[in-house]
Each structure stands twice: as structure tokens, then as C-alpha cells.
């Protein structure tokens, strides 16, 4: 009796540390490259996301979407179960840090919100390498959302 009572209180105890530690998810749940004549190509990644308040990383190669050379272009996020208002939002490379600039910061926990990133005063950062999807400064259990990001070639 002991004995179960013991791998009955292991069992709870393990649950409940799932619980605490637990981290989000991201992941590309979707892809499109759009061609309109007589304009630059675009490709399309929606970033999906769900935080359990450790924050949220994807590593995002962009030898894998083909976009290597390209200008990240817009940024649009659209919270789902909403997340803390003011949660940020980072595109970080290896060479020039967060490749949106800081423009995704204080995301708004019920409104979409549309970054265009040409026109801030350094123009269209060019993606070199793998960049990591970063959310933080969510306080909700299981808040979701999708983050669109939009390139346009070189």
C-alpha cells in the first residue's frame, strides 16, 4: 500500500511540474508564393503559435522557403485566445539582431496589427541566414496566435 501511494504521489507530482515548465509551440502552417505580373514574387510564412507563459522560439531556415536574398517585407500578427496585451515579438538573425526592427514589439492582445517594414528609415532587412521566431511577455496559459510574414524578392 505504501509502495502506490508513493508512485501515486510521483505520478501527481511530475504532472504537476508538466504544468509549470511547460513552453509554447510555433510552426509554419503555411506556405504560398504569389506571382502578379509585373511585380516583385512574394512568398508567404504564417507562423503558428500557441505560449504557455516560458515563450515561444522557431528557428526558421530560409533555404527551406526559398527566400535566401529576399527583404522581409510585412509583418501582420493576429492573436487567437488572447495573449497578454503588449506581448513582443522578435525575428532574430546571427548578423544584425531582431530583423523587424523592434516593430513588432507591444503586439495588441485583441487587434490585428500590420508592420510594413519598407518604410522604416533603414528600408527592407535582407534575410541572410536562419532566423528565430521569438514570443515573450505573454502571462496567458495556452494564448494562440499567427504571425504572417511577408517577403518579396530581390
Do not use: H, Q
Request: with cysteine; hydrophobic share 45%; net charge negative.
Amino acid at each position: 500500500m505504501k509502495r502506490l501511494l508513493l508512485l501515486l504521489a510521483l505520478f501527481v507530482a511530475l504532472m504537476l511540474a508538466t504544468n509549470v515548465f511547460a513552453v509554447g509551440t510555433a510552426s509554419i502552417t503555411g506556405f504560398n508564393t504569389i506571382r502578379v505580373v509585373n511585380s516583385p514574387t512574394r512568398v508567404v510564412l504564417t507562423v503558428a503559435w500557441t505560449d504557455d507563459t516560458a515563450g515561444t522560439t522557431l528557428a526558421i531556415n530560409p533555404v527551406t522557403y526559398g527566400i535566401v536574398g529576399w527583404y522581409l517585407y510585412s509583418a501582420e500578427t493576429n492573436p487567437g485566445t488572447a495573449p497578454t496585451d503588449n506581448y513582443d515579438i522578435t525575428l532574430v538573425d546571427a548578423d544584425v539582431g531582431d530583423i523587424a526592427g523592434g516593430t513588432l514589439m507591444n503586439r495588441d492582445t485583441i487587434t490585428t496589427e500590420l508592420v510594413n517594414l519598407g518604410v522604416a528609415p533603414a528600408g527592407f532587412p535582407i534575410i541572410r541566414g536562419t532566423f528565430t521566431f521569438t514570443l515573450s511577455g505573454n502571462a496567458v496559459n495556452n494564448a494562440t496566435g499567427t504571425c504572417i510574414l511577408t517577403f518579396i524578392a530581390n
